[in-house]
């Protein structure tokens, strides 16, 4: 009996030995099901930090594209009363507006101390980027260096170029400065005469094609300068017509005066005005922009002989995309950019 009960002891034993080890089996199961969802769990919270580090990096890039939405940009120029300038600071207006950009003008009407201080204006109120429009910046220099510290980006339509800006887009006024002189030298008077020349130096485009001039009056021993008269650029035909006037009333000689060269058109239809009231109809004039008013008088057959017609609205759609491209933070190109210029005479001016 004594040995029955132990072989059912043993049996017993034997049996929850096995209990225990399948309970132990389940228990390590169980667990390692428990590890195994925490895992997944892990991956699914890294997936999710990936996506939301995804989306950061989209509206980074949706930032970038966007541009110049939401920008303020300061126009800025001493000579919104000169038509060309006035095209210019018109069509940079539309088109920052139409991307989205809040755009002032500021216009300080011939006035470069009054623009210096506007200038600390601008960079005290924190604009985000500027735009000098026929402005020297040579004459702004110690104000730019205060603009290019606080790292707003300066670009220029027809202005100079200095150091720290980004792009300067214009023509290449050396070059229509020896155009048109070469025209009026060898092609209007023929290498001989006399002439006068209508100026406004303080321009940067103007000082080129004054360049230009000096240096190639040089070449031409029988042509005499009789006089250089600075033009204002407030009113420039006006002060161009008075002052032909009065130097007609000084060579009254029908044969004292073969040409005028004005460096840009207004001084040019001003030129002309006082020759046609005057009737001094044999004098050659010529001018520099290619503005309506000045190639309609090349077409009728006046005084005005010639001009140069620089792309403004080119020289203006630089500026729009060197500025789109910057605000995206894309490269662009730095320096001075030229919009190609054309000589118009007679023989072309209906094409325009």
Avoid at 24 to 41: E, F, L, P
Avoid at 91 to 109: F, H, M, P, R, W
Avoid at 144 to 161: A, H, K, N, R, Y
């Amino acid at each position: 009996m004594m040995g029955g009960r132990i072989k059912k002891i043993k049996k017993i034993k034997k049996m929850l030995a096995i209990l225990a080890a399948a309970m132990m089996a389940g228990a390590v199961a169980g667990c390692g099901a428990s590890t195994q969802g925490g895992s997944d769990t892990g991956k699914e919270a890294g997936k999710e930090t990936e996506k939301e580090t995804e989306k950061e990096k989209e509206k980074e890039k949706a930032g970038d594209a966007a541009g110049l939405q939401g920008k303020s940009i300061s126009l800025m120029t001493p000579y919104l009363g000169s038509v060309t300038t006035n095209q210019m600071v018109e069509y940079i207006e539309q088109k920052l507006t139409d991307a989205g950009a809040e755009v002032s003008v500021i216009n300080t009407n011939n006035d470069f101390s009054q623009l210096a201080s506007r200038l600390e204006d601008v960079v005290s109120a924190g604009t985000d980027g500027i735009v000098l429009v026929s402005a020297d910046p040579g004459q702004l220099s110690n104000q730019l260096q205060d603009v290019f510290e606080s790292e707003i980006p300066v670009f220029g339509c027809d202005s100079g170029f200095i150091e720290g800006m980004q792009v300067n887009a214009t023509s290449d006024n050396y070059q229509m400065g020896e155009l048109i002189v070469k025209y009026l030298f060898d092609d209007l008077m023929g290498g001989k005469g006399t002439v006068i020349a209508l100026t406004h130096r303080p321009h940067p485009g103007v000082v080129k094609r004054c360049e230009a001039f000096d240096d190639l009056i040089k070449e031409y021993p029988d042509i005499t300068l009789i006089t250089e008269q600075h033009v204002p650029a407030e009113q420039p035909i006006n002060d161009a017509q008075d002052i032909v006037e009065n130097l007609l009333l000084a060579n009254p000689d029908p044969d004292s005066i073969t040409a005028i060269w004005a460096a840009w058109d207004e001084p040019a239809i001003g030129a002309t005005q006082a020759l046609q009231e005057a009737g001094r109809s044999q004098v050659l004039v010529t001018g520099v922009d290619g503005n309506e008013q000045a190639i309609s008088l090349v077409k009728e057959g006046t005084n005005l002989k010639a001009t140069v017609k620089q792309n403004f609205e080119g020289m203006a759609q630089i500026v729009y995309e060197q500025m789109d491209r910057y605000f995206k933070g894309e490269e662009i190109e730095k320096g001075e950019m030229y919009a190609p210029a054309t000589l118009i005479t007679q023989e072309n001016a209906d094409a325009q």
